[in-house]
């Protein structure tokens, strides 16, 4: 009798094999995965992914201590988002502040996202050694002192200080809370609610420019913003404190999985040692991600109030639309990603983004500018909606604090010049604006970059992994990380008569 399933090829083996392997794979709209049966014998076939489900049907499956977690894990991603574009979206008000150019004022950005990468290191070791709770407790807590530390610095030399420490802590925050967010999700509601979580950031940049349309266009009136920075970040903070350590870390714990701290850097060494081609493609990844965000938004209020020459109310007004369709692109994108695959909606995405430049750049107005910002960021904001699913799938289980966290910031270390180049490049350069003055030129340099961006993500993402489907449940804590794997899925095959499992040989 024939096989009912439809047989695949072996998973390849090797960097460039699999990768080879990844690229016929986004072809295809089945998914490649082994198959464990009741005997241990092994396949790989096939599969076609499960239907998309309704919204709604995917909320509802979430509890209301899931739906907790998950607040307050998009809520602390928010309020760290607002602290980082409380200072991106006021740059003219500060070089005249602080009596300096621009891209000076954007060396603060370089060394916040520079910085990020050692707090991600340091804080999301601590909180999957120690919980999810007490380091992103503090990390909030030191951001919201940072924030008034921000306000109160007297010369140019004491604010790049203090916001080299903002970064520090800013860093500690992506990883625990996207632990703390998507952990707790069902499968099927991940890629959906991965969506809503990444977009918290696009969310905090949205009511920073709130806040900056609020305050008006004065010099001294980004120290109003800062204020309420600081205020989210002690509120997130606070909130935090409310609730309880995350159900897998504390699961873990109970079952004897917790180990020592002597243990925990041992075996975090051997994770590096054994999945130092993972952690290499997904900070090479986020580099180019963190490029795509920083420089399609960072500078763009500038670029509207000094090459559009809108006031800074319309330009406020215009970036607040533009985060607004990031909001919507990312929320749709990541529930769309849990049927079409992670790495084909980035792709698309990302492809469809490049297409709209021209007419992001290259029109006047606010109402249009506002319209294609709006179309430009909800495609941006829609590939990286996928990013923190992605990164957790790909995660090695007893890392899903550490692994996100730590690739993410390194691609923000790595991309942390980004706002600095275009604005040096645009100080440099010089175009007609629709007036006749001739101003810097920020449109050419913004579509330019970006569109470089965007080719190096879709390569990037076109011959790497995916993880689709993955289940976070019954990880370990640090110890014996391939061992504990195995022993899950001998467990499950005796239970189950057949095992499905992704293409690294992990449950899916």
């Given at each position: 009798?024939?096989?009912?399933?439809?047989?695949?090829?072996?998973?390849?083996?090797?960097?460039?094999?699999?990768?080879?392997?990844?690229?016929?794979?986004?072809?295809?709209?089945?998914?490649?995965?082994?198959?464990?049966?009741?005997?241990?014998?092994?396949?790989?076939?096939?599969?076609?992914?499960?239907?998309?489900?309704?919204?709604?049907?995917?909320?509802?499956?979430?509890?209301?201590?899931?739906?907790?977690?998950?607040?307050?894990?998009?809520?602390?991603?928010?309020?760290?988002?607002?602290?980082?574009?409380?200072?991106?979206?006021?740059?003219?008000?500060?070089?005249?502040?602080?009596?300096?150019?621009?891209?000076?004022?954007?060396?603060?950005?370089?060394?916040?996202?520079?910085?990020?990468?050692?707090?991600?290191?340091?804080?999301?070791?601590?909180?999957?050694?120690?919980?999810?709770?007490?380091?992103?407790?503090?990390?909030?807590?030191?951001?919201?002192?940072?924030?008034?530390?921000?306000?109160?610095?007297?010369?140019?030399?004491?604010?790049?200080?203090?916001?080299?420490?903002?970064?520090?802590?800013?860093?500690?925050?992506?990883?625990?809370?996207?632990?703390?967010?998507?952990?707790?999700?069902?499968?099927?509601?991940?890629?959906?609610?991965?969506?809503?979580?990444?977009?918290?950031?696009?969310?905090?940049?949205?009511?920073?420019?709130?806040?900056?349309?609020?305050?008006?266009?004065?010099?001294?009136?980004?120290?109003?913003?800062?204020?309420?920075?600081?205020?989210?970040?002690?509120?997130?903070?606070?909130?935090?404190?409310?609730?309880?350590?995350?159900?897998?870390?504390?699961?873990?714990?109970?079952?004897?999985?917790?180990?020592?701290?002597?243990?925990?850097?041992?075996?975090t060494k051997e994770m590096l040692t054994?999945?130092?081609?993972?952690?290499?493609?997904?900070?090479?990844?986020m580099s180019w991600f963190n490029y795509?965000?920083?420089?399609?938004?960072?500078?763009?209020?500038?670029?509207?109030?000094?090459?559009?020459?809108?006031?800074?109310?319309?330009?406020?007004?215009?970036?607040?639309?533009?985060?607004?369709?990031?909001?919507?692109?990312?929320?749709?994108?990541?529930?769309?990603?849990?049927?079409?695959?992670?790495?084909?909606?980035?792709?698309?995405?990302?492809?469809?983004?490049?297409?709209?430049?021209?007419?992001?750049?290259?029109?006047?107005?606010?109402?249009?500018?506002?319209?294609?910002?709006?179309?430009?960021?909800?495609?941006?904001?829609?590939?990286?909606?996928?990013?923190?699913?992605?990164?957790?799938?790909?995660?090695?289980?007893?890392?899903?604090?550490?692994?996100?966290?730590?690739?993410?910031?390194?691609?923000?270390a790595i991309s942390s010049p980004s706002?600095?180049?275009?604005?040096?490049?645009?100080?440099?350069?010089?175009?007609?604006?629709?007036?006749?003055?001739?101003?810097?030129?920020?449109?050419?340099?913004?579509?330019?970059?970006?569109?470089?961006?965007?080719?190096?993500?879709?390569?990037?993402?076109?011959?790497?992994?995916?993880?689709?489907?993955?289940?976070?449940?019954?990880?370990?804590?640090?110890?014996?990380?391939?061992?504990?794997?195995?022993?899950?899925?001998?467990?499950?095959?005796?239970?189950?008569?057949?095992?499905?499992?992704?293409?690294?040989?992990?449950?899916?």
């Amino acid at each position: 009798m024939a096989p009912d399933y439809e047989p695949a090829d072996p998973v390849a083996k090797g960097i460039i094999p699999t990768a080879k392997q990844s690229f016929a794979d986004l072809f295809r709209w089945k998914q490649r995965v082994v198959v464990i049966n009741e005997l241990g014998e092994t396949h790989t076939e096939w599969q076609s992914p499960a239907p998309l489900r309704n919204p709604f049907s995917l909320m509802a499956m979430l509890s209301a201590r899931d739906w907790v977690f998950f607040f307050v894990g998009w809520f602390a991603w928010t309020a760290d988002a607002f602290d980082f574009h409380a200072l991106s979206i006021q740059t003219v008000k500060l070089s005249k502040y602080y009596d300096t150019s621009k891209t000076a004022i954007t060396t603060a950005i370089t060394l916040t996202l520079l910085l990020r990468s050692v707090g991600a290191a340091i804080f999301g070791l601590l909180g999957d050694r120690y919980g999810r709770k007490w380091p992103m407790v503090i990390n909030l807590i030191v951001l919201g002192a940072l924030q008034i530390g921000t306000i109160y610095a007297a010369t140019f030399q004491e604010f790049l200080a203090v916001r080299s420490l903002f970064g520090l802590f800013m860093g500690g925050v992506y990883g625990n809370a996207v632990a703390m967010a998507l952990e707790n999700c069902p499968t099927e509601a991940r890629g959906f609610m991965s969506g809503i979580l990444q977009q918290g950031y696009s969310f905090g940049y949205v009511l920073a420019a709130i806040a900056n349309l609020g305050v008006g266009g004065a010099v001294d009136s980004w120290k109003t913003v800062f204020w309420v920075a600081a205020g989210l970040s002690f509120a997130a903070g606070l909130l935090r404190c409310c609730f309880p350590e995350s159900k897998q870390f504390t699961e873990a714990k109970a079952s004897g999985k917790h180990i020592t701290a002597a243990d925990f850097w041992t075996e975090t060494k051997e994770m590096l040692t054994n999945e130092w081609r993972m952690c290499i493609y997904c900070t090479i990844l986020m580099s180019w991600f963190n490029y795509y965000s920083h420089t399609s938004q960072d500078s763009y209020t500038t670029f509207c109030l000094v090459q559009k020459e809108l006031s800074n109310d319309a330009a406020s007004r215009a970036s607040i639309l533009m985060k607004t369709g990031a909001v919507v692109g990312g929320s749709i994108t990541g529930y769309l990603s849990q049927w079409v695959g992670r790495r084909r909606a980035i792709v698309v995405s990302a492809f469809i983004s490049g297409l709209l430049i021209p007419a992001w750049i290259l029109v006047e107005g606010e109402r249009a500018l506002s319209v294609t910002s709006f179309f430009m960021q909800f495609f941006v904001q829609g590939a990286w909606g996928i990013v923190p699913i992605h990164l957790s799938e790909l995660s090695p289980p007893a890392y899903r604090s550490t692994f996100p966290g730590l690739t993410y910031q390194l691609g923000n270390a790595i991309s942390s010049p980004s706002a600095q180049i275009v604005n040096a490049i645009s100080e440099s350069h010089f175009v007609r604006s629709k007036s006749g003055d001739i101003v810097e030129a920020y449109g050419p340099t913004l579509g330019l970059a970006t569109a470089i961006v965007i080719l190096g993500i879709m390569v990037t993402t076109a011959f790497g992994p995916e993880k689709r489907g993955r289940e976070f449940e019954g990880g370990p804590i640090g110890a014996n990380i391939h061992r504990d794997e195995e022993k899950a899925i001998d467990s499950a095959s005796l239970d189950e008569k057949s095992t499905a499992i992704d293409e690294n040989g992990t449950r899916a």
